[in-house]
Nanobody, 113 residues
Framework: QVQLVESGGGLVQAGGSLRISCAAS????????MGWYRQAPGKQREFVAR???????NYADSVKGRFAISRDNAKNMVYLQMNSLGPEDTAVYYCNIVGTHYWGQGTQVTVSS
């Protein structure tokens, strides 16, 4: 019954911004740490950001200062605001419940040069 559904991906111009979302169900959302990962073609899935139940955050060095993770416990939603995007950010972005094997289906983000 656990389900994570990402949305909001698409095509964006280099230097632009995009906000992607993850809707969670089947869990007590407010007590879970949530994370974003991404996978580019031919590469391993990599950590992007995570947010803990108390609001603390961690970011990969590659996105630090450009991306911001947030959550809305009332809506069971987690977001990733992505600014100053470059072609290197092109990937499928996945939502994850930290410490579990639960993942969403992913949403494609493509940044044109």
């Amino acid at each position: 019954q656990v389900q994570l559904v990402e949305s909001g991906g698409g095509l964006v111009q280099a230097g632009g911004s995009l906000r992607i979302s993850c809707a969670a169900s089947g869990i007590i959302f407010s007590i879970n740490a949530m994370g974003w990962y991404r996978q580019a073609p031919g590469k391993q899935r990599e950590f992007v950001a995570r947010i803990f139940s108390g609001g603390s955050t961690n970011y990969a060095d590659s996105v630090k200062g450009r991306f911001a993770i947030s959550r809305d416990n009332a809506k069971n939603m987690v977001y990733l605001q992505m600014n100053s995007l470059g072609p290197e950010d092109t990937a499928v972005y996945y939502c994850n419940i930290v410490g579990t094997h639960y993942w969403g289906q992913g949403t494609q983000v493509t940044v044109s040069s």
